[in-house]
């Protein structure tokens, strides 16, 4: 999901499905590649209310990066060479710059790179990341384990394998960097959604396989060299989505995973609970006050933040 405006907005899905609204959510129009309707779009970058990319997940030849315009239709920007290579999400800065992470492939991360809004994408060289640990990846259950921070700063959550790292791209630096984090590992654990805001960096996710409750959200406020446990938000299990972000003088943080969603005004102190619904992915609007949450079956709703 990514808003552009309170009245703009792009939200992708499973069925090779992307819709568009205008109108703030009012009204949504559904787009759907012609040529194969079984697609996983889990995520989406808008560029304005004629055109976006959508990542396509899926083991091999599945994961794809494709250009959508309402005008001209479904362009094929990426292809996954690797037939173990799985795409998990994009994230691009308005100077066209953008990093696209995948699950790691011979023993590195799987990195790709554009400077020209997505039309089209390299791999970053061996030289320019450190080694990938044993078994591990990311997750594309919301599109978000890739976050652009200003200026030019991206950051990548990984899991899977017992590893929970982040990987770093400073402006300044042309290699990654690899730090640990104190996210929950395992087989099917690790950090799903990254969000970097300002000084203020947030990581979320969890043990998919456990439903109980978790401590699954962490704060940094120094670049990921320390991080500290949010109080833990009233949902339980593991989160696949997370908006991090200003909304006047106060700042939300909000998760939801597939047993429901949260918000927090304080930086994790106190929660509110939203919703005990499936919810993957959500968006903070702050010029419109709105919290959007999407979830299975094409659900989307909003949170009005002043009721809170």
């Known amino acids: 999901m990514h808003w552009l405006s309170p009245q703009l907005a792009w939200v992708s899905g499973t069925q090779s499905m992307v819709q568009l609204t205008t109108d703030g959510g009012q009204t949504w129009q559904r787009f759907s590649f012609p040529e194969n309707d079984s697609l996983q779009f889990r995520d989406v970058h808008g560029f304005n209310q004629d055109s976006c990319l959508v990542l396509s997940a899926g083991p091999g030849s599945l994961s794809r990066i494709y250009r959508f315009s309402v005008s001209q239709g479904f362009a094929l920007r990426y292809q996954m060479p690797h037939p173990k290579g799985f795409l998990d999400a994009l994230a691009l800065q308005a100077t066209g710059k953008g990093y696209a992470y995948a699950d790691a492939v011979d023993g590195l991360p799987f990195i790709l790179e554009t400077s020209n809004f997505g039309q089209s994408w390299l791999r970053v060289e061996a030289q320019h990341v450190p080694l990938a640990l044993k078994g591990e990846g990311g997750f594309a259950a919301s599109g978000t384990c890739v976050s652009a921070g200003p200026p030019d700063e991206f950051i990548i959550g990984t899991g899977a394998g017992g590893h929970a790292r982040l990987l770093v791209k400073n402006p300044d630096q042309e290699n990654w960097q690899a730090f640990s984090t104190p996210m929950p590992t ?5 950090i799903t959604s990254v969000q970097a805001q300002d000084s203020v960096w947030s990581i979320a996710g969890g043990n998919l396989a456990d439903s109980s409750q978790q401590k699954s959200v962490f704060l940094s406020f120094d670049k990921g060299q320390t991080w500290q446990p949010t109080q833990p938000a009233p949902v339980p299990g593991a989160y696949y989505g997370s908006a991090l972000g200003r909304w006047g003088q106060k700042w939300v943080l909000a998760v939801c995973g597939p047993q429901g969603a949260a ?12 919703s005990s619904e499936d919810f993957w992915t959500c968006a903070l609007v702050p010029e419109s006050g709105k919290l959007w949450l999407a979830g299975r079956h094409g659900k989307i709703k909003a949170f009005d933040l002043h009721s809170f």
Do not use: I, K, Q, R
Request: proline share 0%; net charge negative.
């Open 186 to 190: 395992g087989d099917f654990a690790g």
């Open 263 to 274: 918000l927090s005004l304080d930086l994790g102190m106190s929660w509110h609970h939203l």
